[in-house]
Structures are given as structure tokens and as C-alpha cells.
T-cell receptor, first 114, second 113 residues
């Protein structure tokens, strides 16, 4: 079945650590996105990539980094510079660049600082 | 800056009732509007996508309408069932490069047996 796979489902980070969230898609979609969801705030865009080896900052990119070395993979690293990383992280993809077509989302990764 | 508002924030109805969820957006220059469903602790499932040139889309018991000029969309759910209980999110695609999907905060729907 085609879709987006995010791993792990739950992730715990100690203070000062960097952690990487995985996002893989087998939909042959060009564009991929990372969103952060906090209670009462809705979803906010962290980074997006419209093509391999290219990515752009979203609204809340500080403290995060990404790479897009393969079309099907878009990992997100939460660095120690992100002061409030506890949140639910969602990865999405679209067939073409931008949201002119239907967006598909993964099942999310819940990150908790311990 | 595009802003999306969903009313009501929460809704509780008895099983079998027809219901309407509302979504409004401030900038009418959108490419499309999508409705999503989110179950607790899960990702988003796309329900309906309405392109800016369309007025409505239907899928099963769901019907979504779009009035771009007034900045409004509604999601109509017919004959609601307990399995429809979830948070429903509205999102609009806008911006010069069409890269951004702006979300509302959602409506938490509870359908009581």
C-alpha cells in the first residue's frame, strides 16, 4: 500500500540532545513537508522540500534541520537549539510542488523532552 | 497573512443527526481547500479537496462546499455515526508559490450512540 511512514511513533529526548525523526513515502510524490502540532495552536509549517536536494524554511524553522537526499525520504532533526521541542510532528507529501493536489500525511511522531 | 477559523470548536450530537462544520478564511486568493479528519494521537486523513474553481465536492455521507468570495466553506455530514467522532480540520492552500497549507484549529466532533 502506498503511503507515508513516520518513525518512531514515540521519541524521548534528553536536554541538549539532537534527535532525528524519519519520514519515508512510496507515493512517488515530489514535495514533502514537516508540520508541528501543539494543543490549541493548530499545525505550523517547519520545513518543506519541493524537489530532491532542495528545501525551504517554513514559519518555525529555528532549531530544526532537514535533508532531502532521496525523493522518498525527508528526515527532520530537532537540535538542542530548539528550546521547546515537545510536540506532535507530522510529515506530509504532495504529488507536485505545492498544495495544488491532495496532501497525504503520516501517522505522526510524538516527541517528549525528559 | 492567511488565517483560518473553524466554528464551533467542539460539537456533540446524537447518532443519526445531520450536522454542519464551518470554516472561514481571511484571504480569498486560495488555490484549494481541504478537509481532514484526525483521530486522537493519529495523523491526518484527507476527506475532501475542493479546487478554487469548484463549488462543492461529495464523498459518501460527506459534502463540502466552497464560497471563495466570502471566504467560507462548510462540511456537511449526513446521518452521523459514532465512528465519525474525531477532530475535523480545514486547511487552505495559498501564497505566491502555493507551498503553504494554512490550518484551522479544528472542530472536535462527538457523536453519541
Amino acid at each position: 500500500d502506498g503511503g507515508i511512514t513516520q518513525s518512531p511513533k514515540y521519541l524521548f529526548r534528553k536536554e541538549g540532545q539532537n534527535v532525528t525523526l524519519s519520514c519515508e513515502q512510496n507515493l512517488n510524490h515530489d514535495a514533502m513537508y514537516w508540520y508541528r502540532q501543539d494543543p490549541g495552536q493548530g499545525l505550523r509549517l517547519i520545513y518543506y522540500s519541493q524537489i530532491v536536494n532542495d528545501f525551504q524554511k517554513g514559519d518555525i524553522a529555528e532549531g530544526y534541520s532537514v535533508s532531502r537526499e532521496k525523493k522518498e525520504s525527508f528526515p527532520l532533526t530537532v537540535t538542542s537549539a530548539q528550546k521547546n521541542p515537545t510536540a506532535f510532528y507530522l510529515c506530509a507529501s504532495t504529488l507536485g510542488a505545492g498544495f495544488g493536489t491532495e496532501a497525504f500525511f503520516g501517522q505522526g511522531t510524538r516527541l517528549t523532552v525528559v | 497573512k492567511q488565517e483560518v477559523t473553524q466554528i464551533p470548536a467542539a460539537l456533540s450530537v446524537p447518532e443519526g443527526e445531520n450536522l454542519v462544520l464551518n470554516c472561514s478564511f481571511t484571504d480569498s486568493a486560495i488555490y484549494n481547500l481541504q478537509w481532514f479528519r484526525q483521530d486522537p494521537g493519529k495523523g491526518l486523513t484527507s476527506l475532501l479537496l475542493i479546487q478554487s474553481s469548484q463549488r462543492e465536492q461529495t464523498s459518501g455521507r460527506l459534502n463540502a462546499s466552497l464560497d471563495k468570495s466570502s471566504g467560507r466553506s462548510t462540511l456537511y455530514i449526513a446521518a452521523s455515526q459514532p465512528g465519525d467522532s474525531a477532530t475535523y480540520l480545514c486547511a487552505v492552500s495559498s501564497g505566491g508559490s502555493n507551498y503553504k497549507l494554512t490550518f484551522g484549529k479544528g472542530t472536535l466532533l462527538t457523536v453519541n450512540p
